[in-house]
Nanobody
């Protein structure tokens, strides 16, 4: 069984930074394409960023230039560095992994941007 555990969320003032981490564990030898989704109250879940096994990245337009996704294959971990945070970035952030035709989700971590 595969588990994804996120950490790093919290409360930050506008303009601040946070780094989210997601660690994959279980009967896996490598991690596949990884990504981060977010969902704010009353909205649909949206894809924020993805990174493939060979490091290709994609970002949601509103976060381009502010967020950076990266991965450490040895640690089976994906990160989301979030800078210049805005109130509209407030949401629950979920880690996603696509591997061998399966999709796995983390439990989510709350990010709140407020003064």
């Amino acid at each position: 069984q595969v588990h994804l555990v996120e950490s790093g969320g919290g409360l930050v003032q506008p303009g601040g930074s946070l780094r989210l981490s997601c660690v994959a564990s279980g009967n896996i030898f490598s991690i596949g394409t990884m990504g981060w989704y977010r969902q704010a109250p009353g909205t649909l879940r949206e894809l924020v960023a993805t990174i493939t096994g060979d490091g290709n990245t994609n970002y949601l337009d509103p976060v381009k230039g502010r967020f950076t996704i990266s991965r450490d294959n040895g640690k089976k971990t994906v990160y989301l560095q979030m800078n210049s945070l805005k109130p509209e970035d407030t949401a629950v952030y979920y880690c996603l992994m696509a591997l061998d035709g399966n999709v796995y989700w983390g439990q989510g971590t709350q990010v709140t941007v407020s003064s």
